[in-house]
């Protein structure tokens, strides 16, 4: 009997220690998840705490048509997406979010930009089984035919030039795992070719998108990060940048040299432009569901960004969807430091729907952002998933 009372006792003494180990996980888990949020957190809350004397470095760089986002979805969620990534446009916002995509995708986004400015979006997903996520887009920017005018000729010379921006990108994403729990981690990686065109005058760059993608696993709550842009600096050049030449014996200078001069034969000279580096920024946002059953789902996301040719800013959004098929969003964009009071950008609105045709789903979004002074811009994006 005695024996009997020790057997019994060290069995119970086991099953308590296991249900311990798995409390322990359980707490543990739970715990990774808290100190993600509040490192996340903490990274954002740091964007606030900038000193009023702080500088800026608006007008650094260039290729800032990389900086114009694309989907009408995200522009009226105030650009608040790297956490929510779930579309085509992921590309742009953080390239891992293509891992959550399960269909072919497609996007086209027109957007009536500032001064008459057209840009255009274009984007397309394919999820490939036991590789990953394959995504390409492409970019193109033009502004109106300009006159060229000179100081003999202020009004006019009847000709005219024409400027214009493109970026083509590959992306690729891949989830590395998915736990029990819901947790799941995504990485994936963007990389593009830019040009510039300024009439005759052009510059070429490359550069990579990275960024990652964490579904914490407690409840909906999702943290993304990115970092876009990162590479070697950009300069300009072209005929129109070439002057002073002068051929040994020209006729043109013959009343100046009317003996040739063979020991300088030929003079040329380029005005050399200046390198730009390009509009890089650092990402990091979270989102959440508040609400998510069969007829509703209300998201709300914000994203801290830390670009290095202008202030921090911090992005809010907030979706939600009635029975998946209609959606109405709202937005904000908010400057930090001491230029926040001459920041011409603010709210964002939107609306979407998703229409369904046999396997076929076409997705419609419009968005409305306002700039202050400089009045509007509005966008209209297209999507459909095979």
């Given at each position: ?5 020790i057997?019994?006792?060290?069995r119970?003494s ?5 249900v ?19 490192l ?7 964007f ?6 702080a ?23 105030g ?9 085509v ?30 840009y ?38 009847g ?7 493109t ?11 998915h ?7 995504s ?8 040009h ?18 964490y ?15 990162f590479?070697?600096?950009m300069r300009?050049?072209?005929?129109d ?34 390198e730009?580096p ?31 040719d ?12 009635y029975?998946?098929m ?27 729907t ?22 509007n ?7 459909l998933k095979?």
């Amino acid at each position: 009997m005695h024996n009997t009372n020790i057997d019994r006792h060290l069995r119970n003494s086991h099953l308590n220690n296991r249900v311990g180990r798995y409390d322990l996980l359980a707490s543990c888990a739970g715990g990774r998840s808290l100190l993600i949020l509040i490192l996340v957190l903490t990274t954002i809350m740091s964007f606030v705490n900038i000193p009023s004397h702080a500088t800026t470095n608006v007008g650094t760089a260039g290729a800032q048509f990389l900086k114009i986002g694309p989907g009408a979805r995200v522009d009226s969620l105030g650009g608040a997406f790297s956490a929510i990534a779930n579309d085509v446009t992921t590309i742009y916002w953080n390239p891992a979010g293509l891992s959550q995509l399960e269909k072919l995708s497609f996007s086209d986004t027109h957007t009536i930009w500032l001064a008459d400015v057209r840009y255009n979006y274009l984007a397309f997903a394919i999820p490939v089984e036991h590789v990953g996520t394959l995504g390409a887009s492409v970019t193109f920017l033009n502004v109106p035919d300009t006159e060229i005018t000179t100081l003999a000729q202020p009004d006019g010379t009847g000709l005219w030039y024409s400027a214009w921006d493109t970026a083509v990108s590959l992306a690729y994403a891949r989830q590395l795992y998915h736990e029990e729990s819901g947790a799941r981690l995504s990485i994936g990686i963007n990389t593009k070719y830019i040009h510039q065109q300024i009439h005759r005058e052009s510059a070429n760059g490359v550069a990579i998108d990275v960024g990652t993608l964490y579904h914490t696993g407690w409840r909906s709550l999702r943290i993304g990060m990115s970092f876009s842009n990162f590479g070697p600096e950009m300069r300009f050049s072209g005929p129109d940048l070439k002057t002073g030449a002068e051929e040994a014996g020209d006729e043109r200078y013959a009343d100046y040299h009317p003996y040739p001069d063979t020991t300088n034969p030929s003079r040329k000279a380029e005005l050399e432009t200046i390198e730009y580096p390009l509009p890089t920024n650092f990402r990091i946002g979270v989102a959440y569901d508040l609400i998510d059953n069969e007829m509703n789902l209300l998201t709300i996301a914000l994203d801290g960004n830390h670009p290095n040719d202008n202030s921090e800013r911090l992005n809010f959004g907030v979706e939600y969807w009635y029975r998946k098929m209609a959606a109405i969003r709202a937005g904000y964009k908010l400057r930090l430091g001491p230029d926040r009071l001459d920041d011409e950008e603010g709210i964002t609105l939107g609306f979407g729907t998703h229409l369904k045709f046999s396997k076929t789903m076409l997705s419609l979004d419009y968005a409305y952002a306002d700039f202050g002074y400089l009045q509007n811009a509005h966008r209209l994006s297209l999507g459909l998933k095979f």
